[in-house]
């Protein structure tokens, strides 16, 4: 058996729950369920660009699985299959063990099978392609937000902005606020539930994973134009206010929102891979039962109109977008 052989065997065959034929083959086989689409999605991560060069393998292999699964969420998607392709400087065991248990326990709790992929050598680098399932017209899309929309998001915000700052002994966090930092920033928890259960309740909706005011800015840009024929047409330009005491953030971090470091981390920190949503007014009702039943903070940090500007409040005022660090995308 060749050693290319041997390593997919070892680190990346396992059991798999809804597949016709998995890894060990030219090509994997599954059936998609009656009545729905396939939605398909990839992410590379590429060391000293994603992760450092000494982060821990098995931090690497949940998270380059864990942020293909937000993609799956921010859509309604329910995901099912991933593949795998990765190159590696070297055949590293213990490396290559502590990756592989990183990456197959994030694909157990979301319940995902490893279908196939490709493994070469070279510099590290990783990419996953997530293959999940939306009930045909139902996935949650980046350009339906509504003038006049609430704007949601679930958890928190700058937790993993706030592990790498302190990861680059920026700032000092006492041993709770640390742990949960660093699982945040890590290990991220993508968001399938809740994307499932705003289906037929968000009118757009994007996962967090380059900043708040970055992704908000996609939905606000996709959602100001629409296709007339085969031309992009521009509506209204979609704006939106936001409220920064409203984002919800670490306690620790609540009563310095006057600094610009904080403000940044909260509006701009990437990684956090929450869900950032639009749903009509007459929603929240059914958005505050779903934080209920699934037992998830879901906030209402804003509204969008139809100005074409994102603006954020604090303390009655507009916050200055550029010292941000904000380019707006108008
Ligand atoms: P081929 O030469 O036909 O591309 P490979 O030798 O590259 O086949 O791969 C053999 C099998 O192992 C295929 O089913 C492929 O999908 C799977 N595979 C290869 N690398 C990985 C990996 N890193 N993770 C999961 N499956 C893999
Ligand atoms: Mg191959």
Redesign the pocket.
Known sequence: MSA??N??KQ???RNTTQTDL???????LIKISAGHQLAVSSDMSVEGTHFFQNAAPYDIGWKSLAVNISDMAAMGARPKWA????SLPEINADWLSAFSAGFFACANAFNID??????TRGSLNISVTILGEVVTGKALTRSAAQSGDDIWVSGHLGHAAIGLAHLQQKIALDDKSREIALSALHQPQPRVSVGLALRDIANSCIDISDGLLADLSHILKASSFHLDRMDLVKSDLMGATLVLENIPCFAILKNQLQESSIQRAILTGGDDYELCFTAATKQREAIAAVAASLNVSLTRIGETNATGKLTVQFAQQNLNMTTLGYDHFA
Do not use: K, M, N, P
């Not at 998995?22 to 994997?28: C, E, H, I, K, S």
């Not at 593949?83 to 990765?86: D, E, P, V």
């Open positions: 290319e052989f390593l997919i680190y990346f065959t998995g890894v060990g083959d030219d090509a994997a593949t795998l392709s990765i490893l279908i196939g992929g490709d493994t």
